[in-house]
Structure formats: structure tokens, C-alpha cells
């Protein structure tokens, strides 16, 4: 999988692109800024627009969209995987300052060349990344038995806690008509 997997990326607030990067030449860069003019700016999510063989991953967090177009070859999961690392990377460095106030592609020169690693590294590395996107999930089903399990356990208590409850009083209401009819 060679670094043409990833074609171009931004990231933007609101539907002001702060940073882009592309080593490519094409009509990427519009595409996708008219796929962030139709994105639902109040929710955060995750977008996947298909066009001519790319997809366009979006990754919208409060206010600020993050986005990679990659060859459709390239998993969902992938694109997604970089798109989280440039979000946690743009917010470790700009976050409640600089990239409130930052103009339009103000933040290239800083930022371009780090979505660019971010894109070798993640191409370089998407075996181990797909495997640990399965292990999560397989940990994410287990979480999700376990709590199941919890619940069920937890019903069962409370059953053997309204069953000692009765077989009290019944006994109780046993030794009440013992005492009453002992004492005819």
C-alpha cells in the first residue's frame, strides 16, 4: 500500500479550512470543500462520501471537520484511524487557542506537513492498525457480554431477594398460626 492511498486532507472550522495538504494535483481540494459546505455542522460524527473510485472521510467534532480523501482500496477504517490521529494532534497543538481565532489555511505551513507524516505513518502502518481495529471490537463484543451477564446477574439477585422476602413471611405467618391455633 503505497502513500497515494491517502490524496488529500484538511481540517477545518466550520467550513473555514484552517491547514490542507495534497501532494497531488486534481479537483480534490473543491470536492471536498463542497462536501463540507453540506455537512451537518451541529453534530458530532463521522461522514463517508463516494465519487469516482475516493472516498471522502469526514470526522466532525465539536465544530472543526476533519476530513481525508483516500482510493476507495483503502478500508474505512483506516481513513477513520487518521483522521483521529490528525484530530488528537491538531487539538494537542492548537486547541482553545490558536485555531479559534486562525484565518482561512492560515495553518498550512505548520500543519500541511504534519497531516502529510500522519499519512506515511498511518499507510506505513495499516496492518497493525486494521489488527488492533479488530482486537477493539472483539474487546468492545466482550465488554458488551460481560455487561449483559452483569445485568442478568444483578435480575437474579434481586429475584432471590424478593424470594428470601416471601419465604420470610411465609414463615412468619406460619409461626403467627401456630401461636393462634396452639393456643384455641
Do not use: W
Not at 112 to 117: A, F, I, R, S
Amino acid at each position: 500500500m503505497g502513500q497515494e492511498s491517502f490524496i488529500y486532507s484538511f481540517v477545518a472550522r466550520g467550513t473555514m479550512i484552517l491547514a490542507e495538504y495534497t501532494e497531488f494535483t486534481g479537483n480534490f481540494p473543491s470536492i471536498a470543500a463542497q462536501c463540507l459546505q453540506k455537512l451537518p455542522s451541529s453534530s458530532n460524527s463521522k461522514f463517508t462520501y463516494n465519487c469516482d473510485h475516493h472516498t471522502f472521510n469526514f470526522l466532525v467534532e465539536d465544530g472543526y471537520a476533519y476530513c481525508v480523501v483516500a482510493k476507495d482500496s483503502l478500508s474505512k477504517q483506516i481513513s477513520i484511524a487518521f483522521l483521529e490521529r490528525v484530530k488528537a494532534d491538531f487539538k494537542k497543538r492548537y486547541g482553545g487557542g490558536k485555531a479559534s481565532t486562525a484565518i482561512a489555511k492560515s495553518l498550512n505551513k505548520e500543519f500541511g506537513p504534519v497531516m502529510k507524516e500522519h499519512m506515511n505513518y498511518i499507510v506505513d502502518h495499516a496492518e497493525e492498525i486494521e489488527k488492533l481495529i479488530k482486537v477493539k471490537a472483539q474487546v468492545s463484543e466482550v465488554k458488551s457480554i460481560m455487561l449483559e451477564n452483569i445485568d442478568k446477574a444483578i435480575d437474579r439477585g434481586e429475584n432471590l431477594t424478593v424470594l428470601t422476602d416471601k419465604t420470610e413471611n411465609l414463615r412468619s405467618q406460619a409461626r403467627e398460626y401456630k401461636k393462634t391455633k396452639g393456643h384455641r
